[in-house]
């Protein structure tokens, strides 16, 4: 019995393995280990795979918990009668049956104390990040006076009345969510008069009002997308940024998308309709999506009685203000592009030139001056963008042929620096130079 005893108080080969591959044996214990290891080779393939484990667990992000979770486990565990029917276990061994009973009794009314509490006790709000109200603001990201800081409450419908049910009234909020990833945080810029709750974690449900803002960060290995609920349908994120609005009459939801790609559903639909930066769509309530469009319109046409000045206007389609970029540029922004078709000899197979891209040149119009065109504007729905160019030194020079002008747009749309950058072209113009 005593030589039993001995061997089983002896450590598992495996256990030394991982100590031995985590570098935590001394010199004598590796060394007879590594002899172990050459007498029966198995050992060694044991070795490799304990190392693969380490190594797949090292790649696992770290996540980091987010607030309230104990609060919330706890909850859950009390709603699902987890710990009813808990009972502490004898023990095997007779020897240790006394020492371990009396630990699981400490255990057991810990466990008692922790979960279940008084009976009329209420339970705590659970706490998902932080909500700031601001004086309104006209423009995305201004800051005005702040007016008031709470904590963010998760939507408890079983709770006192109004708990998580958020009404901005005449004032911005701005919302701070964790992503449960260490330094990382989504957050949310709800406008005045707007409504809204989180049922979920990531699920914000948005009753009326807009969200100017929403900007969303990549959660824990198992929350998913963030979700926006609308009367209309739903928008599902893995990370970029959007703006999201019921109309004032109820009648849709627009959505755009500045940053990333979102999947829009109808309200009872599992279709999703795809959404990249620098477009919009809207949901009619019943209906599916409408196409995607891009927020902005590049038009192209010839000045009235100019025979080589055309005109650019650049129109905001979408639901809401974007910032462009005027012509004058280090960086080229507006380019022209140029094709024209070959003059006809017999004999011959007319091929069609295309030249490279040129940046415009706006001319400005009486009472404007070369700093109307510099920098960046917003330009709000509806509202438009426009300037002439000459393009005369291009055409001039060239056989008196069919041209088809092109103008195209680069905008950044908010995209980040170091992504591709969201292009608008005009329509293909036509210039008849043969008979000039």
């Not at 040129?358 to 960046?376: I, L």
Request: one cysteine or more; aromatic letters at 8%; hydrophobic letters at 35%.
């Amino acid at each position: 019995m005593i030589d039993n005893d001995a061997r089983a108080t002896q450590p598992v080969i495996g256990a030394v393995l991982v100590s031995y591959a985590l570098g935590e044996l001394d010199a004598e214990e590796q060394s007879a280990l590594e002899k172990k290891m050459e007498q029966a080779p198995g050992l060694r393939d044991e070795l490799e795979e304990i190392r693969n484990h380490l190594r797949l667990h090292q790649e696992v992000r770290k996540v980091a918990p987010r607030r309230g979770s104990f609060e919330r486990l706890r909850a859950r565990m009390k709603r699902e009668g987890s710990l009813e029917g808990a009972v502490p276990g004898a023990h095997c061994m007779a020897r240790r049956a006394f020492v371990a009973s009396a630990a699981f009794g400490v255990v057991a009314v810990a466990l008692l104390v922790l979960f279940t509490g008084p009976g009329d006790a209420p339970s705590r709000p659970d706490v998902i990040g932080q909500i700031v109200y601001h004086n309104p603001s006209l423009v995305l990201g201004q800051r005005r006076a702040e007016i008031a800081r709470n904590p963010l409450l998760l939507y408890n419908a079983d709770a006192s009345p109004g708990q998580g049910d958020y009404k901005t009234g005449s004032y911005d909020a701005f919302l701070w969510l964790p992503t449960g990833q260490a330094n990382t945080y989504s957050s949310v810029e709800v406008t005045q008069n707007s409504e809204f709750r989180f049922t979920g974690v990531r699920t914000l449900e948005l009753i009326r009002g807009s969200i100017r803002r929403l900007e969303v960060r990549p959660g824990g290995i198992a929350d998913g997308a963030f979700t926006v609920r609308t009367p209309h349908g739903r928008i599902e994120l893995d990370e970029g940024g959007l703006a999201v609005t019921v109309t004032r009459d109820d009648a849709q939801t627009q959505v755009t998308v500045m940053e990333g790609s979102a999947r829009v559903f109808g309200a009872n639909s599992d279709n999703p309709f795809q959404l990249t930066s620098g477009f919009c769509t809207s949901i009619e309530r019943g209906k599916l999506p409408n196409p995607p469009r891009p927020m902005l319109e590049l038009l192209l046409a010839p000045r009235p009685n100019s025979e080589f000045e055309l005109q650019a206007t650049l129109v905001n389609t979408g639901f809401v203000a974007v910032k462009i970029a005027r012509a004058y540029s280090r960086v080229p922004v507006y380019l022209l592009h140029v094709a024209y078709t070959a003059e006809y000899e017999p004999g011959q197979v007319p091929e069609n030139t295309t030249l490279p891209p040129t940046q415009v040149t706006p001319k400005p119009e009486s009472g404007e001056s070369p700093a109307d065109h510099r920098g960046e504007t917003w330009l709000e729905p509806g509202k438009l963008y426009t300037f002439t160019f000459d393009v005369s030194p291009t055409l001039m020079p060239a056989p008196r042929v069919e041209f088809w002008l092109r103008l195209e747009y680069r905008g950044d749309l908010y995209a980040p620096p170091g992504q591709a950058r969201t292009m608008i072209h005009s329509r293909n113009l036509r210039i008849d130079m043969r008979n000039r």
